[in-house]
């Protein structure tokens, strides 16, 4: 791996990866103790139409992707605070209506000479300078975000009821979160790809949590645990000439189903161990 880093566009995609990592293990650490993983998934797949729309108006990717997805985090929040009990309908459908209009409008973009595939499953050998820089701002952000508001996050995720009684901003602290995933996840496209990303950020925290005892812990680990996958998958895609994006979630998804399988039999042990007693 060493070697590899004399090339430019490796030394960038490291960067890429580990500072998606941060990314992914803060907001992925809020997505699973707030069980918004679906949520997340539909801002995801609905980004998809502000890269049709950026690619048929000519526009700035980032910049036209991150607005769209933003009006559509903010519209699947409010639905999932108004109407709970269809939330998850509805959001289907906002996330299906993304994905088929950024289909339609790269359909109609003239030359069609779209690398589609780059957008479902990452480019992150492709990350430019420019991009590291959105990214390091958005990491700050994210950081500072939790940093200032750790106590109240801690608050609404565990006990929402609580919070407001302790008179924390419950609905503000939630819009400004969804608001930050989503350009957080349109990032996190250029890294792993569109299907891929709900897996990179759940997956981390999802395996570190029974390990941690405070929030903070959950965070810093599932980084860590990001920065392993990260750079283990780039090793696999570098030497053996595979998809980036997939070759970091098949590490990841490894891990998990080692750790599943772990936990399985720490419990047939347990039960073992309570019959013999």
Same mark, same amino acid.
């Given at each position: 791996?060493?070697?590899?880093?004399?090339?430019?566009?490796?030394?960038?995609?490291?960067?890429?990866?580990?500072?998606?990592? @941060?990314?992914?293990?803060?907001?992925?650490?809020?997505?699973?103790?707030?069980?918004?993983?679906?949520?997340?998934?539909?801002?995801?797949?609905?980004?998809?139409?502000?890269?049709?729309?950026?690619?048929?108006?000519?526009?700035?990717?980032?910049?036209?992707?991150?607005?769209?997805?933003?009006?559509?985090?903010?519209?699947?929040?409010?639905?999932?605070?108004?109407?709970?009990?269809?939330?998850?309908?509805?959001? &289907?459908?906002?996330?299906?209506? &993304?994905?088929?209009?950024?289909?339609?409008? *790269?359909?109609?973009?003239? &030359?069609? $000479? *779209?690398?589609?595939?780059?957008?479902?499953?990452?480019?992150?050998?492709?990350?430019?300078?420019?991009?590291?820089?959105?990214?390091?701002?958005?990491?700050?952000?994210?950081?500072?975000?939790?940093?200032?508001?750790?106590?109240?996050?801690?608050?609404?995720?565990?006990?929402?009821?609580?919070?407001?009684?302790?008179?924390?901003?419950?609905?503000?602290?939630?819009?400004?979160?969804?608001?930050?995933?989503? *350009?957080?996840?349109?990032?996190?496209?250029?890294?792993?790809?569109?299907?891929?990303?709900?897996?990179?950020?759940? @997956?981390?925290?999802?395996?570190?949590?029974?390990?941690?005892?405070?929030?903070?812990?959950?965070?810093?680990?599932?980084?860590?645990?990001?920065? @392993?996958?990260?750079?283990?998958?780039?090793?696999?895609?570098?030497?053996? $000439?595979?998809?980036?994006?997939?070759? @970091?979630?098949?590490?990841?998804? &490894?891990?998990?189903?080692?750790?599943?399988?772990?936990?399985?039999?720490?419990?047939?042990?347990?039960?073992?161990?309570?019959?013999? $007693?």
């Amino acid at each position: 791996m060493i070697e590899a880093l004399q090339f430019e566009f490796m030394r960038h995609a490291l960067m890429a990866g580990l500072l998606a990592s @941060i990314i992914c293990g803060v907001m992925g650490t809020l997505v699973v103790v707030n069980r918004i993983a679906f949520l997340s998934g539909g801002i995801a797949h609905a980004a998809y139409g502000g890269i049709g729309l950026a690619f048929y108006l000519g526009w700035n990717y980032l910049v036209c992707t991150i607005g769209f997805s933003l009006g559509a985090a903010m519209l699947m929040a409010l639905v999932s605070i108004k109407l709970k009990h269809r939330s998850d309908t509805i959001i &289907g459908v906002i996330w299906a209506l &993304g994905m088929a209009f950024g289909i339609i409008l *790269v359909d109609l973009t003239p &030359g069609y $000479n *779209v690398d589609l595939m780059s957008y479902l499953f990452g480019s992150i050998l492709t990350v430019l300078a420019f991009d590291l820089t959105i990214m390091l701002v958005i990491c700050l952000v994210t950081i500072g975000f939790v940093t200032f508001y750790y106590q109240g996050l801690i608050a609404f995720s565990y006990d929402e009821e609580f919070a407001q009684i302790r008179g924390v901003p419950v609905k503000t602290l939630y819009f400004t979160l969804i608001g930050i995933l989503a *350009v957080a996840i349109v990032m996190l496209i250029q890294v792993v790809g569109l299907i891929l990303v709900i897996a990179l950020l759940t @997956i981390p925290p999802f395996i570190v949590e029974k390990y941690t005892h405070s929030l903070a812990q959950m965070m810093l680990a599932s980084s860590l645990l990001g920065v @392993i996958f990260t750079v283990s998958g780039l090793w696999l895609a570098y030497f053996y $000439n595979l998809t980036s994006g997939a070759s @970091i979630i098949l590490v990841a998804g &490894g891990v998990f189903f080692l750790d599943f399988l772990f936990d399985l039999w720490k419990r047939r042990l347990r039960r073992v161990m309570v019959v013999e $007693n």
